[in-house]
């Protein structure tokens, strides 16, 4: 459950009206350099700052025209959702092909503005998650180019398997003939024969009751 701030409810209960905006930032590996670097975007005009968590971040507009209305829920469920760039700008093109998008995480923020005086009023996350695919669509003479920017919620960490247990079956599957751990799940359960004594893991016993003056049994 989301709780609005003070100064935005108040401006909801005017009934006068609000402006949303949504902001979009990514933290993705330059392809250069191999360092993280981070771009936001957002559908409002020009370059504007944000105070995220303590952070000033800056924000490229208008960069993206089309996002899906995303609304709150209970619950685990995977979301996905597609965020729409019909007109490459040179932010998008610098996020797209200077950095390596793929898995890079995401989070979108949505700022309200007042209607009546055009103040920020609110500002809160609405989505967070990893990037999946982006392709870019390459337009023809006289046409801009348009990406199609697929996402997916953090939830889907909650899916990841537990990593495999080092087993005969577990090398097997990688490569059929390798059978270095063929007697893994046995091993130190055998009995193993030794000549005509059969060696088992049982404590040697003290030997007890030797007579050691029984000079028959002594030396020259």
Known sequence: MQTLDPVELAEHEKRLGTIS???FWVAAK??????????????????????????????????????PVITGGVGLDV???????PHLSPEVQNMLRLYDPRLAPVEMHRAVYSL?????IGLRRIFKGWITKAPITTGADG???AAEISLVSASR?????????????DQVARLSTDRGREYGSTSGLKEVWW??????????????????TDQSTWGP
């Open 79 to 85: 979301r996905q959702i597609s965020v729409k760039v």
């Open 21 to 23: 905006r949504t902001l």
């Open 116 to 120: 009546e005086t055009n103040n920020l």
């Open 30 to 67: 330059n392809r250069t350099t191999g360092l993280p670097e981070s771009v936001g975007l957002w559908d409002g005009d020009d370059v504007q700052n944000f105070t995220i968590d303590g952070d000033v971040r800056t924000y490229f507009g208008p960069s993206i025209m089309e996002v």
């Open 195 to 212: 000549g005509e004594g059969k060696v088992t893991n049982q404590p040697r016993l003290a030997v007890t009751n030797v007579n050691t």
């Open 143 to 145: 046409q801009d180019g």
């Open 157 to 169: 960490s909650l899916t990841r398997r537990l990593a495999l247990y080092r087993s005969n079956a």
